[in-house]
């Protein structure tokens, strides 16, 4: 890399801003969260100044360069094999006792290093003065402040990255560690010994050893013969063990104490007078009641159920609005495709619209999920969502989980809207591998925004005067099976997996901004909107092949283009003698079917007498001759006898292809699948139809609301909403409130989508795993939804007493389960250094 291009690498503590701060330098949109262990990856970003090219790294957020947890082992190995020009160490200004702790880790690596105190405004908030020229003297190193949630320092910073990659590594601020000395300089001279190892640094690498650091331990071995490696090692390990024995304290606590008292003489006086660095009184204010004991969980409810109302409830109303544009859109994309049949369309026409109807029925959800990510986000960036992980961690504890399961369960959907796979790739930073591989199996039953369309649209048919009640239930009841499930997998599968301990820390609350709030929810809806876009459309093609093909028998087409063929005689029979034979007869009788159903549907989407008094003129100059039989002109005896007979004969056209699409669908691929599976699902109250639509929604969840949306297809002189036309069909075959309630069970314990079973396999390592994601879950769902559906109708109970009864049956197992939990006390940090002796 030369001069003019560098590499820089962020590196921070969770919660410093950090992520905050990449994307100010960069403009990159990425996943910000106020949340602890949100950065697993590693994120690049570029961006320009006027000395050429810099690449940015945003480094996992870690409390230490030690081999702890997966994030700090892949954030002190990029820093080790990548050697950024420049690393920039972003802290919490307003707590910088403890953030100091990695700045004095990063100098010793020897690595150039800017130190950005970030959040400065919450710390000129509390009249704390910080004297950043003193700080950068005793450092050795350049200081700039920044507030990176509004933007402000970036230039500053910049300017200072470009400075730090012209200047050597600097070892001013040097930890004493006192007895330790005299075997840190005696394995420094060792290891100058070692050609191979010339390239690290060796202070750090002899720390490490006597630290017994694994990844020092297996660097050692790597890059050095046995012989070497091993009297290198056996060194460093007869001096720890001295040390140890005359101290009477291990090294790495040694270690931890030494810092902090370097910490402490590095900030005496930078503090101006007067000043002083404190805690956050308006945070501490509010975790009064936030933390409480009794008060946290009863908080903790009513944010999920006030998120669920204002989002899914009410934001259900904008869908009023939403659903007419979708209409008009359908139908212009239907006047630019050939013209309908009588029987049979054309199959581009039949695709294309097929593909329409799929979409909108999808993209009429877009403000709920507006609404849902923005309120999500303002819980991420004022820094509750770090409370629920601490309010959790002994729930989950108990449960076979881990206090940094909360955020692969919030990814995934807990307050729904959600991702299962993002959810998944999550887990790679829970440190206990028996919580990970149960928070893995966990995730896909949160509320993934996948899964949101089609509780929304069954809640909106079955349960109009229940829907927050019943939303409140889906929302929680998810939970309480993900844990009980994990508590099942944890006593039995997982049982021989083996744990760690944890720690986490709590931030100090912050405003969210309008600017982030409203980026990071059109984000996440726009990636929503290109799902749509791509995986559901390829489904929804897969789909609308296998449902036409065999297709009808020959028997069955001459059947149906006879009768097709006798409406259109009787037509030109009741014609004869009219005025208006010559038009409505003939070649144009297809013609004037298709301009009567278009102008049926432009009336039924006009708002308003104005709205429709122009569809009426914009019909009668489209076709004058046509318009008079649509709509007859008064005191015209011979135009409504035509429009009656129109009439008769959409009806009986209508009623043909209705017949003719549902034997096709019947009779198709998928449908002899979906009608296999009955025997085995009517139990859970499944027909064939359902069954296609739950298969379907194993490429994709969104695909069961799509393919609902065309099995329970609309007529063509309609233009109804999904609700509508699943709703009154639904209800004539006799379904109820308790078929709802059955899928709605099924979905929540359904098998996690193909692209998460993929990252299942990715993240276990092994097909055994995925497959057991698939079949298990599928074992699960069905027989709890048949066993609700079954004894609900032998009972004879409601949808929504079902759903209460297994709401509050559930609960209660989940309580038995909890009391008998192993119980553990909590690592939390509101204000401390980070260090394995905090480690429960």
């Known amino acids: 890399m030369t001069k003019s291009d560098l590499l820089v690498a962020l590196a921070g503590q969770q919660n410093a801003g950090k992520s ?18 949100v950065t697993v990856d590693k994120k690049y970003g570029v961006y320009r100044d006027a000395s050429g090219k810099v690449t940015a790294v945003d480094l996992p957020g870690t409390y230490s360069l030690t081999s702890f947890s997966l994030e700090e082992r892949v954030a002190r190995d990029f820093l080790l094999t990548e050697k950024p020009d420049v690393t920039v160490n972003v802290v919490d200004a307003s707590n910088l006792t403890r953030s100091l702790h990695l700045t004095l880790q990063l100098t010793e690596m020897g690595l150039p290093t800017v130190l950005a105190l970030n959040m400065m405004d919450v710390v000129e908030r509390r009249g704390t003065k910080i004297d950043r020229d003193l700080l950068a003297e005793r450092l050795g190193v350049p200081v700039v402040a ?11 910073l910049r300017s200072a990255i470009r400075t730090a990659s012209g200047t050597e590594a600097t070892t001013r601020c040097a930890v004493d560690y006192g007895d330790l000395e005299t075997d840190i300089s005696a394995l420094e001279a060792a290891l100058a010994r070692h050609e191979a190892l010339a390239d690290l640094p060796r202070r750090w690498l002899a720390l490490k050893l006597l630290e017994d650091d694994r990844r020092a331990l297996e660097i050692v071995r790597e890059r050095l013969a046995g012989n070497a490696a091993d009297a290198l090692i056996a060194d460093a390990a007869l001096r720890a063990s001295a040390f140890v024995t005359a101290r009477g304290i291990d090294v790495p ?50 944010t999920v159920f006030m998120i669920y109302q204002v989002a899914i409830v009410w934001g259900y109303e904008l869908t009023n609005y939403t659903w007419p544009l979708l209409a008009h859109t359908r139908e212009f994309i239907a006047g630019l495709l050939p013209d309908a049949g009588f029987l049979t369309d ?35 960036d004022s820094g509750y969502m770090a409370r629920i992980a601490f309010i959790l961690d002994k729930v989950l504890h108990r449960f076979g989980l881990h206090g940094q399961s909360t955020l692969p369960l919030i990814l995934g ?116 909107v290109k799902k749509v876009g791509t995986i559901v459309i390829a489904v929804a093609v897969v789909v609308f092949t296998l449902l036409q093909f065999p297709g009808l028998s020959d028997e069955r087409w001459a059947h149906f283009e006879a009768a097709g063929n006798e409406a259109i005689a009787t037509f030109q029979d009741a014609m004869e003698g009219n005025a208006y034979a010559d038009v409505a007869t003939g070649g144009n009788v297809v013609a004037l079917i298709n301009f009567s159903n278009d102008y049926k549907r432009a009336k039924l989407n006009a708002s308003g007498a104005s709205a429709s008094s122009a569809v009426n003129d914009s019909f009668e100059a489209a076709n004058p001759a046509f318009y008079a039989l649509v709509r007859p002109p008064r005191g015209d005896a ?16 209508k009623t043909l292809r209705r017949e003719m699409k549902e034997e096709r669908i019947r009779s198709s691929l998928l449908g002899s699948i979906g009608r296999g599976m009955e025997p085995v699902t009517q139990f859970a109250g499944f027909d064939w139809k359902i069954n296609v639509a739950l298969l379907s929604s194993f490429a994709a969840r969104e695909s069961s609301v799509a ?9 063509e002189d309609q233009n109804a909403t999904l609700e509508t036309r699943m709703g009154a069909e639904t209800t004539a075959a006799g379904a109820t409130a308790l078929l709802a309630v059955s899928m709605i069970l099924f979905f929540a314990l359904y098998p ?20 057991f994601s698939i079949l298990f879950p599928t074992v699960l769902g069905l027989t709890v939804s048949s066993a609700v559906y079954s004894i609900g109708m032998a009972t004879g109970a409601s949808g929504i007493e079902a759903m209460t009864a297994v709401y509050f049956g559930s609960l209660a197992l989940l309580i038995v389960v909890g009391l008998f939990g192993r119980r553990r006390r909590s690592a939390f940090l509101p204000t401390i250094a980070h260090r394995p002796s905090l480690r429960t």
């Open 20 to 37: 905050t701060l990449f994307n100010v330098l960069t403009g990159a949109r990425q996943h910000v969260a106020n949340y602890p262990g």
């Open 752 to 771: 996690p989508c193909l692209a998460t079973t993929v990252m299942v396999k990715i993240q276990t390592g092994s097909y055994k795993w995925m497959m």
């Open 146 to 156: 920044t507030v990176g949630r509004k933007g402000e320092g970036r230039e500053a």
């Open 707 to 715: 393919t609902l949306g065309v099995l329970f297809q609309q007529d």
């Open 413 to 528: 959907g807990v307050f729904a809207g959600g991702c299962a796979v993002p959810g998944v790739m999550a887990t790679k930073g829970i440190p206990d591998n028996r919580a990970r591989m149960a928070t893995i199996f966990a995730v896909p039953f949160m509320n993934c925004l996948a899964k949101v369309p089609l509780y929304t649209l069954l809640l909106g048919i079955f349960f109009v005067e229940n829907k927050s009640l019943m939303m409140f239930y889906i929302s929680t009841i998810t939970v309480i099976f993900a844990l009980l499930v994990s508590k099942l997998l944890t006593k039995t599968v997982l049982s021989g997996q083996e744990t760690s301990p944890f720690v986490m820390e709590l931030p100090t609350y912050h405003l969210p901004t309008v600017k982030g709030v409203v980026r990071r929810a059109v984000d996440r809806t726009w990636l929503y």
């Open 253 to 302: 606590d040694h270690v931890v104490a030494c810092r902090d008292r370097a910490v402490r003489a590095l900030l005496d006086g930078v503090f101006a007078a007067g000043t002083r660095e404190t805690g956050s009184t308006v945070t501490e204010h509010i975790d009064r009641f936030v933390l409480n004991r009794f008060a946290a969980p009863l908080f903790l409810v009513f």
């Open 346 to 380: 054309p199959y581009t026409r039949s695709m294309g619209l097929w593909l329409v109807d799929s979409a909108n029925t999808l993209l009429n959800y877009v403000p709920i999920f507006l609404i849902l990510f923005a309120l999500i986000a303002m819980l991420e």
């Open 638 to 653: 011979d135009a409504k006898a035509a429009s009656r007979a129109l009439r008769s004969l959409v009806s009986t056209r």
